[in-house]
């Protein structure tokens, strides 16, 4: 503050006598509220005393008594300004203020219970501004080792309690303090559990620069082996923020120091390294997750541990569409951690499983993501509570319930986290895009271009779905037909198990029925004939009857009663799979073909469904395709949710 002011506040409390401005001196060192026994405990004056000087102080305006009836903090006292508490610590002398410091901190640990560890981050500030007072004290190192631990007993509890941030804050405080005292070994220690706190947290870019700090430290004392695990928590954060060529260098790095003697570390990184693998299309991932279980099977790392890798496991099987193992290894993992009381591994278990079965069990899905969103929210989960919420939006969407999946997503100030975490943001551009909100879809889009340079495979597929919905809601085919083939591209990295599929399929085939692009729907349909029916989900399998039914088509000629039955047999399919946007697009499909045919009775009764379908869900789209279609009074065989470009042309 500046100088003129600072005197004016110092003289004001100068005039209210040695006694009294001492005991405002003691009070400044509390904070800026503070009870009247923890006065008293702290200037080491008679009860009477403090009182008598309190109520002064009150009268003097200087201080303020709590009053509201309703806050715990009643009838403690608190400064009438934040200036005036500074002006008065500033008056203290270091050494009297290093002890003033020094019996709040006892204070504190006597009075609360567990030797203060309800409080414990705010003793651990105290030690800290005690060893700060006269940092040239011969109790230096006494002090430092009480702040030190005092901070990690903080950031141990800001862990439990979810608070994440605040924890690698505290460990980070903590290790600074060690290489301050020349202990580097425990404060690499320090670091690497700041780093693992920033990275669950999703603030990777700190995790990996304290993993570095922390391998750094590891190397110079010749441990070797503490550095190893050190890289594999920096491979994990980078993988996880989309670096993965980084990644793998320090994953493998990670590994020739840890394979000759396995330990439970080098389960981490067999683990770190599958995954990466696995979210790349590499053929190594199924060889490591065995390796990585067999290992940790034998060393009997506990029931926590094989959860997560069970996860993981489960994960590689969906991607190699072997739907029935993924779910099996989810379950499993599920009860694992449930078993082990294991709250963040059964939330992170049941969120993974929601997110495996959308495509084929989307009733089932919700309810896993609903019971992983509640117990991620109960511990502080930023991570899972994103992933969990944003499955459920999507199960919402392919239920047909828009209007909820919206209420989800919509919930902005809790669940919007850093650039790391897009899919929120992916799935809003979704419902945008099949709602026809063209301006509020680009905008979506806008918002995630930043994230285009990640090389996780499935974000960017999830990302070019989200284009080709938004393509499609601005009425360009040809755009959006690149896009959504730029995300089935990625099929045989991700799996006919999919979510962004069961969306990129739809539109591609639309956009290439719209430009009347036969060869487009020829390779579409390929990509479905490359693989057994067994690993198709029921959307898939309802999509391939669709396009097969559109090929027999052909175009100038009377309809066949095949042809009739194979687009009865898709809509059929499509209302077995349960999504109404799907059988929407079906019974559009459908009415075209009878309209064309002659059969304006039935082709009528399809649209009707269609259009109802379309104003429940608010799927613009869809509902002036519905229009179009009866306005051309059956005659337009666009069968395309660009209807509005197509026809007009």
């Given amino acids: 503050m500046p100088d003129t002011l600072h005197g004016l506040l110092a003289a004001r409390l100068d005039a209210l006598g040695q006694d009294v401005n001492s005991l405002v001196a003691d009070a400044s060192v509390l904070g800026r509220s503070f009870s009247a026994e923890a006065l008293i405990a702290v200037s080491g004056l008679a009860e009477a005393d403090v ?30 300004q934040e200036m005036l508490r500074q002006v008065a610590w500033s008056t203290l002398s270091r050494r009297r203020r290093k002890a003033r410091h020094l019996a709040v901190a006892d204070y504190l640990r006597s009075t609360f219970a567990d030797d203060g560890e309800e409080v414990m981050d705010v003793v651990a500030r105290h030690y800290l501004d005690a060893l700060q007072a006269v940092p ?16 990690i007993r903080a950031a141990d509890g800001a862990k439990r309690a979810g608070a994440l941030g605040r924890a690698a804050a505290l460990f980070w405080t ?9 202990n580097a070994a425990a404060a690499a220690s320090a670091l690497e559990q700041a780093a693992e706190a920033w990275i669950a947290e999703t603030s990777h870019v700190k995790g990996i620069d304290a993993a570095e700090r922390a391998r750094v430290l590891h190397e110079r004392l010749g441990n070797q082996r ?30 020739v120091v840890l394979q000759p003697e396995p330990g439970a570390d080098t389960v981490n990184a067999l683990y770190e390294l599958a995954g990466l693998e696995a979210f790349e299309g590499g053929s190594e991932a199924g060889r490591l997750y065995a390796e990585a279980l067999k ?21 590689h099987c969906w991607i190699t569409n072997r739907a029935v193992e993924g779910d099996a290894n989810l379950r499993e993992a599920a009860y694992l951690a449930e078993r082990a009381g294991d709250t963040w591994m059964v939330a992170h278990a049941l969120g993974n499983l929601s997110g495996g079965q959308l495509t084929r069990n989307p009733e089932e899905a ?19 509570v994103v992933l969990a919420t944003t499955n459920l939006a999507f199960a919402h969407l392919l239920l047909g319930r828009w209007d909820e999946a919206e209420r989800w997503l919509g919930n902005t100030t809790e669940l919007d986290g850093p650039p790391a975490l897009p899919w929120l943001a992916d799935v809003r551009a979704f419902l945008l895009g099949l709602r026809g909100d063209r301006v509020n879809s680009a905008g979506a889009i806008s918002g995630l271009i930043g994230f285009s340079d990640s090389e996780n495979v499935l974000d960017q597929a999830l990302l070019s779905t989200a284009r080709a919905l938004v393509e499609s809601a601005s009425d360009h085919p040809i755009e959006a037909l690149t896009y959504a083939r730029t ?25 290439a029925k719209a430009l009347g692009d036969r060869q487009a729907m020829e390779d579409l349909l390929s990509l479905f004939e490359a693989h057994p029916i067994g690993q198709l989900p029921p959307l898939l399998r309802a999509e391939r009857a669709l396009t097969k039914a559109h090929l027999a088509t052909v175009p100038g000629e009377a309809g066949s009663a095949l042809v009739e039955t194979e687009f009865a047999d898709a809509v059929a399919a499509f209302r077995r799979a349960g999504s109404p946007w799907h059988l929407g697009r079906a019974l559009a499909d459908y009415a075209g073909y009878l309209a064309a045919c002659g059969q304006a009775e039935a082709a009528n009764a399809a649209l009707d469904e269609a259009g109802a379908i379309a104003e429940r869900l608010g799927a613009r789209p869809l509902a002036l ?25």
């Avoid at 009182?51 to 009438?80: C, I, K, M, N, W």
């Avoid at 993988?239 to 793998?248: K, P, V």
């Avoid at 029931?303 to 489960?314: E, F, I, K, Q, Y």
């Avoid at 229009?627 to 042309?649: E, H, K, M, W």
């Fill in 366 to 384: 919700a309810a896993h993501a609903a019971a992983a969103v509640d117990l991620a929210r109960r511990i502080g989960n930023h991570r899972i």
């Fill in 295 to 315: 290992l940790a099977q034998g060393l009997d790392v506990g029931d926590a541990m094989l959860s997560n890798l069970l996860v993981a496991n489960g994960i």
């Fill in 174 to 182: 903590a290790a600074e303090l060690h290489e301050q005292g020349y």
């Fill in 226 to 255: 503490s550095a190893a695990r050190a890289r594999t928590l920096a491979g994990k954060g980078l993988r996880l923020e989309g670096r993965h060529r980084e990644a793998r260098e320090h994953l493998n790095a990670a590994l």
């Fill in 51 to 80: 009182r008598a000087g309190l109520a002064e102080l009150v009268r003097r305006e200087v201080l303020q008594v709590t009053v509201d009836r309703l806050s715990p903090q009643r009838g403690d006292y608190r400064f009438a």
């Fill in 136 to 151: 040239s004290d011969a109790d230096v190192p006494q002090l430092r080792l009480l702040a030190v631990a005092g901070l």
């Fill in 487 to 511: 995300a089935l591209a990625q099929l045989e990295k991700l799996g006919m198990n999919c979510e962004h599929l069961v969306f990129a399929w739809p539109v591609a085939n639309d956009a």
């Fill in 625 to 649: 395709r519905v229009a179009l279609l009866r306005a051309g009074d059956g005659q337009s065989s666009a069968s395309s949710t660009f209807g509005a470009q197509v026809l007009a042309n």
